[in-house]
Every structure is written in C-alpha cells, then in structure tokens.
C-alpha cells in the first residue's frame, strides 16, 4: 500500500516538474490549474485505490463491487472535476484541458496496474 502511495506522489512531481518546464517555454500558458488538477487526480487516485484494496481476500463478489466501485468512482469524479473546471472557469485553457486527461489516463494506469499487483500478490 506505501509503495502505491509512494509511487503516486512520485509521478505527481514528475508531471509538475514537467508542467513548470513546459512553461519556462510557454510563458503565455497559466500553469496554476495543472498543478491542481495533478493534485486532484493523485487524490482520487490514493482513495480510490484503498477504496479497490477493501474486497481483496474477500468473496469475489465482493472484490468485483469493491473494484469497481474504486473505477467508476474515478472516472466520475474526474469528469465531474473537468466539467465543474470548465464551467467556472472565466478563460478555456485548452492546454489544461488536454493535459488532465493525459494526467487522468496516466493516474488511472497507475492505479489499475497496482490493483492488479495487489490481486496477484494476495493470491500467493
């Protein structure tokens, strides 16, 4: 469970890292809604996850709705932050907007992928 915590937190700094150099070359961008939604998602991924660890070692049924509860979960709530982003928003960041999906589809292979670690080790 650290390592998934440890690992989460590690590639929200790579993707803040990468985001302010980014914008050494973009000056124009405004780099202040990449880092929120970097650490929105990174926080919807650590619940999620432990969310998803609840049904392991339980009766499959259990451990399919806990699964999928976890994945629903974060594809709803990371809409959910987009849209709401979006419709409060005074300017369309159009960068924002495709990098957070980027970031969404890189956070949820992380999670899927340690998800799946998990089932593996837990069946041993």
Not at 88 to 110: C, H
Request: charged share 15%; net charge positive.
């Amino acid at each position: 469970m650290t390592k998934f915590a440890i690992r989460c937190l590690l590639l929200t700094a790579a993707l803040c890292s990468v985001i302010y150099s980014v914008s050494l070359k973009k000056t124009e961008w405004d780099i202040l809604p990449f880092y929120g939604g970097a650490a929105f998602l990174c926080l919807l991924s650590l619940l999620v996850f432990f969310i998803s660890l609840l049904g392991l070692g339980k009766s499959n049924s259990i451990f399919m709705k806990a699964f999928y509860t976890g994945l629903y979960m974060q594809l709803f709530m990371g809409i959910c932050g987009i849209m709401l982003w979006l419709i409060f928003s005074k300017d369309k960041n159009v960068p924002f907007v495709l990098s957070y999906m980027i970031m969404f589809v890189l956070y949820e292979i992380l999670v899927v992928a340690h998800f799946l670690k998990a089932v593996k080790d837990a069946k041993k």
